[in-house]
């Protein structure tokens, strides 16, 4: 069975400071790869997409970036945040390229800059 | 561009009653419609989809959607509510032509004993 990981689970950065959130899928290839941003607690926004390694689609401009170095490996990054970074980081795949597909989400990373 | 619209941010209801969470979207071409629920502090969880044939759709814990073409909706249904359905509740739409899904804000429903 196909599973998803996110980490960490929590994180506390200062202003300033790099990011790195790691997400891998376990039971499956050449996955869809999404990272989401859920500020406070509500809305859902697609942050960053990726067909395949080395392919990335942004969604919205931003201090963020996202790297796709294997087909099951998802990484976002930071290299100075900013406090409007903070909220809550999911990660969540799919299978194929139609939008019919469900995503599987991971777990979340909640990020705090202070 | 895709987008969804959940016009109500909380909805209460009793237990043992129905109830509905509305959601209207805008996409070009066909739509395909979700429903996902989140727990607090967890990721989201499927819980039906829309993509073709019957409108009426029919998913996890006893919750169904109905597809509505001429009113651009996808309302999410319960005949009977439980106290452990309360949680955030989010609508996303994808075009037929593409692979991105796009959420809306979200729905807390509240369901007191």
């Known amino acids: 069975s196909q599973t998803i990981h996110q980490w960490p689970a929590t994180l506390v950065q200062p202003v300033g400071s790099p990011l790195s959130l790691e997400c891998t899928v376990e039971?499956?290839?050449?996955?869809?790869l999404y990272w989401y941003r859920q500020a406070a607690g509500r809305g859902l926004q697609l942050l960053f997409y990726?067909?395949?390694?080395?392919?990335i689609s942004s969604e919205v401009p931003q201090n963020l970036s996202a790297s796709r170095p294997q087909d099951r490996q998802f990484i976002l990054s930071s290299k100075k945040l900013l406090l409007s970074d903070s909220g809550f980081y999911l990660c969540?795949?799919?299978?194929?390229?139609?939008?019919?597909?469900?995503?599987?989400f991971g777990a979340g990373s909640r990020l705090t800059v202070l | 561009a895709q987008s969804v619209a959940q016009p109500e941010d909380q909805v209460n209801v009793a237990e043992g009653n129905p109830l509905t969470v509305k959601c209207t979207y805008s996409?070009?071409?066909?739509?395909?419609l979700f429903w996902y629920v989140q727990y607090p502090n967890r990721g989201l969880q499927f819980l039906l989809k829309?993509?073709?044939?019957?409108?009426l759709v029919k998913g996890s814990y006893g919750f169904e959607a109905e597809f509505n073409k001429s009113q651009t909706s996808f309302h999410l249904k319960k005949p009977s509510a439980l106290v452990s359905d309360s949680a955030l509740y989010f609508c996303?739409?994808?075009?037929?032509?593409?692979?991105?899904?796009?959420f809306g804000k979200g729905t807390s429903l509240l369901v007191t004993p």
């Open positions: 996409v070009s071409g066909n739509p395909y």
């Open positions: 039971g499956t290839s050449n996955p869809n």
């Open positions: 829309y993509i073709t044939g019957d409108n």
């Open positions: 969540a795949w799919s299978a194929g390229l139609s939008g019919a597909n469900v995503l599987t």
């Open positions: 990726s067909v395949g390694i080395g392919q």
């Open positions: 996303a739409v994808a075009a037929n032509s593409g692979y991105a899904l796009n």
